[in-house]
């Protein structure tokens, strides 16, 4: 059984910092990509940041420059370094495995960001 379990979120001031961690445990093989979304109160769930099996990597404009996604496949852990957070940052955030033939969620970790 795989499961994806998410830890590091947490309450932070404006301008701090959260690393996020997401553990796969199972096995899971030929990850294609590996990715954080999140979802505030009221609104859609959007994409974060991704990390593909290369390694290329993408964000969402809002977070560019600031959030740094990578991965430990040693590990199967994958990590969402959040800098220079900002109130609007504030939601849950949920991590994404796909691999052939599975999509994988982990349970979300909220964050909120304090103004």
């Known amino acids: 059984q795989v499961q994806l379990v998410e830890s590091g979120g947490g309450l932070v001031q404006s301008g701090g910092s959260l690393r996020l961690s997401c553990a796969i445990s199972?096995?899971?093989?030929?990850?294609?990509?590996m990715t954080w979304y999140r979802q505030a109160p009221g609104k859609q769930r959007e994409l974060v940041a991704r990390i593909s099996s290369g390694g290329s990597t993408n964000y969402v404009d809002s977070v560019k420059g600031r959030f740094t996604i990578s991965r430990d496949n040693a590990q199967n852990t994958v990590y969402l370094q959040m800098n220079s957070l900002k109130p609007e940052d504030t939601a849950v955030y949920y991590c994404?495995?796909?691999?052939?033939?599975?999509?994988?969620w982990g349970q979300g970790t909220q964050v909120t960001v304090s103004s």
């Open positions: 199972g096995r899971l093989f030929n990850i294609y990509s």
């Open positions: 994404n495995v796909q691999s052939p033939y599975r999509n994988d």
